[in-house]
C-alpha cells in the first residue's frame, strides 16, 4: 500500500505533500496509487501521522495533501480513529523520539520494514529493499521454510534484517533500531448448533454480499480469477448478482480430460453470469521456462505460475480492469479443525536439503506471531500474492478472507465444512450440475509441472552448479544431490520429491 524513506525524525509542520508522496528532506512516504485507496495525514507542529488505507464505500475519500494542522487533542483523537480503520491499512507516525509504523487486521497487501543506521525503509515488494541493506545475508530459517515448502505467516524473510510486519503488530524505529511488537492473540470460536430451521446457504449469501459491499470498486472495471473451484465460483457469482453489467473473468487452462472438464465447467458459470471471460492455457506458460521468467519481477514469495497468471492480470489491466477478485481463503474458511501433530519436521523431505536446513527446520516457528483472526495459511498467501497485483496496477479483493467470513466457518457444524459441503450446496440450490458441483476429475497442474521440470529441469540445475547458486554457496542445497535429481528428470525417471525442483530453481534465481 505504500514505500517509504525515513531518516532520523523531523517535526509534523516540515511535511508537505508532492505530486504523488510526502516529503521533508530525504525523508518520503509514497502511497500506492489506485483508486481503491485513499490517504491520511495530519500533525501537531511535533508529531505527524500518515495513514494509506483501503476506501470505505460509504464514506467521501480524502483528498492527498500536506498533514493537516490539529491541537494536541484533536491529533490524539485522530490518530486514534484512524488506528480503528477497519478495512485494510498501514499507519506511520513520526515523534520527536522515534516512528512507529503499524497494520491492520485486514492484511490485503504486505509492508516490509528494514533499518540501515539511522534510516528505515518500507515497501510492498520485499525484492525492493535489497538495496538498502549493507549486506545481504540469507535468513537460514526463512531458506529452509521455503526449501521444505512448510512457509509459515511470520515476520521473517528470506534476508536476514528485513522483516514482514504481520496483521495487527507494529514496529518501533529509534537509535537505528527495528523492534517488532505483536498484538493479542484473537479470539477464535467453536462450532455452534444450528437454530431449527436454520437458513444457512442464506446466511452464507447475505455475509459474502455484505463483505463485498464493504469493498470500494467499480464493478465495470472488476474482474475475477474464476478457475471453476468451488471457492472462485462462489465470489464470482456473488459479484454477479450484485451488478447488472457484465464482469471480466479469466483463469489459467489446465491440460488433458481435466483441462477439458474444467472448460465445461467455467463455461457453464460463464454463460449462467454473462462474464467477458479470458482462457490462457497454463502449458503456454511454463512454469520453469526461462524466458518467461526473465519478464517477470520474480521474488522469493512468488507463486510458481507467476508467468501465466502475470500475463492475465497485464490483459485485464489493457482491457481497463483496476481490480481483480480470487477466492483466496476458502479453502482454510471451511477447513476442520487439524489433527494434533506430534512433530512439526515434515514426514519426507527431498534428499538435496542439508544438514544446516534441516537443522534450520527445528527452528521455523521463530518471529511467528499470536493467533491471527484468520488463518496463517490465508495471511501467507495474501502476503504473497498481493505485490504481483500492486505491480500490475491492480488492488485485490479477497472476500472469503476476511474476519467476517473466517468466524462464520468457525460457527458452523462440522458437516457444514466437510468436504467443502457449504460452498457446493449454494452451487447446487443455483441450479448448477454435478460436474459443477461435484467434478469426478481431481483439476490440478501436476501434467503441466512435469512438462516443465522435464523441459527445462535438467538445463535449469546444471546451470546452478556450473555458474554457482546461493543455495549451493550457503549449505542449503547439496550439489550432488540436485544434480543427481537433474539426471532423473533428463531420464523421464523421477521420484515423488523431485517435482520440488522448481521451487528450488526459483528460489535461486529469485536471490541471485
Known amino acids: ?99 512507529w509504523v503499524s497494520t491492520g487486521a485486514c492484511a490485503h497487501a504486505p509492508i516490509y520494514l528494514t533499518a540501515n543506521r539511522d534510516t528505515l525503509h518500507g515497501h510492498w515488494d520485499v525484492t525492493r529493499l535489497r538495496h538498502a541493506m549493507q549486506h545481504q545475508r540469507l535468513d537460514a530459517i526463512e531458506i529452509a521454510r521455503l526449501l521444505a515448502l512448510t512457509g509459515h505467516y511470520s515476520t521473517g524473510t528470506a534476508w536476514e534484517g528485513i522483516s514482514l510486519l504481520t496483521e495487527r503488530s507494529s514496529a518501533w524505529f529509534h537509535d537505528g533500531e527495528l523492534t517488532l511488537r505483536m498484538p493479542q492473540p484473537a479470539r477464535h470460536d467453536e462450532p455452534r448448533e444450528l437454530a431449527p430451521h436454520a437458513r444457512v446457504l442464506d446466511g452464507y449469501e447475505r455475509l459474502l454480499d455484505a463483505v463485498l459491499a464493504d469493498h470500494h470498486y467499480i464493478p465495470e472495471r472488476t474482474a475475477i480469477e474464476l478457475s471453476g473451484g468451488m471457492d472462485s465460483s462462489n465470489v464470482a457469482l456473488s459479484l454477479a448478482a450484485r451488478h447488472s453489467c457484465p464482469l471480466s473473468s479469466g483463469a489459467l487452462i489446465q491440460e488433458g480430460a481435466a483441462g477439458e472438464q474444467q472448460r465445461r465447467r467455467r463455461d457453464t458459470l460463464i454463460r449462467y453470469a454473462g462474464f467477458r471471460d479470458t482462457e490462457l492455457r497454463a502449458a503456454d506458460y511454463l512454469p520453469m521456462d526461462p524466458q518467461l521468467l526473465s519478464r517477470v519481477s520474480l521474488g522469493p514469495y512468488e507463486e510458481i505460475y507467476i508467468a501465466g497468471h502475470s500475463r492475465l492480470l497485464a490483459q485485464w489491466k489493457a482491457d481497463g480492469v483496476l481490480w481483480a477478485a480470487a477466492g483466496v481463503g476458502g479453502d482454510e474458511m471451511l477447513s476442520l479443525p487439524p489433527e494434533p501433530q506430534h512433530s512439526l519436521m515434515p514426514a519426507c523431505l527431498p ?36 505485490p504481483m497485483y500492486l505491480r500490475a496496477g491492480l488492488w485485490p479483493l479477497y472476500p472469503l478472507a476476511h474476519p467476517a467470513m473466517w468466524r462464520f466457518g468457525q460457527w458452523l457444524p462440522h458437516a457444514w465444512r466437510r468436504k467443502k459441503h457449504l460452498a457446493r450446496a449454494r452451487l447446487q440450490r443455483l441450479g448448477f450440475g454435478h460436474e459443477v458441483t461435484h467434478p469426478p476429475l481431481r483439476e490440478n497442474f501436476l501434467a503441466v509441472m512435469h512438462q516443465s521440470l522435464f523441459r527445462f529441469g535438467p538445463a535449469e540445475i546444471r546451470a546452478m552448479l556450473s555458474t554457482g547458486s546461493p543455495l549451493i554457496d550457503g549449505k542449503f542445497v547439496d550439489a550432488d544431490e540436485l544434480a543427481a535429481a537433474g539426471l532423473r528428470l533428463e531420464q523421464h525417471r523421477p521420484e515423488p520429491k523431485d517435482v520440488t525442483v522448481a521451487h528450488v530453481v526459483r528460489l535461486h534465481r529469485a536471490l541471485i
Open 351 to 386: 534428499r538435496w536439503l542439508t544438514p544446516r536446513t534441516l537443522e534450520a527446520l527445528r527452528d521455523q516457528e521463530t518471529g511467528i506471531p499470536p493467533a491471527p483472526p484468520i488463518s496463517d495459511s490465508t495471511l501467507r498467501a495474501l502476503a504473497c500474492g498481493a
Open 1 to 99: 500500500m505504500l514505500s517509504m524513506r525515513i531518516e532520523g525524525t523531523s517535526t509534523g509542520a516540515s511535511w508537505e505533500w508532492d505530486s504523488d508522496r510526502w516529503s521533508s528532506g530525504l525523508s518520503w512516504i509514497a502511497p500506492y496509487d489506485h483508486p481503491a485507496l485513499e490517504v491520511w495525514s495530519a500533525h501537531d507542529g511535533q508529531r505527524v501521522a500518515f495513514q494509506v488505507r483501503e476506501r470505505a464505500p460509504v464514506r467521501s475519500s480524502h483528498p492527498p495533501g500536506s498533514p493537516r494542522a490539529l491541537h494536541v487533542k484533536a491529533y490524539d483523537e485522530a490518530v486514534a480513529q484512524a488506528r480503528a480503520w477497519e478495512g485494510a491499512h498501514h499507519l506511520i507516525e513520526i515523534t520527536p523520539d522515534g516512528t
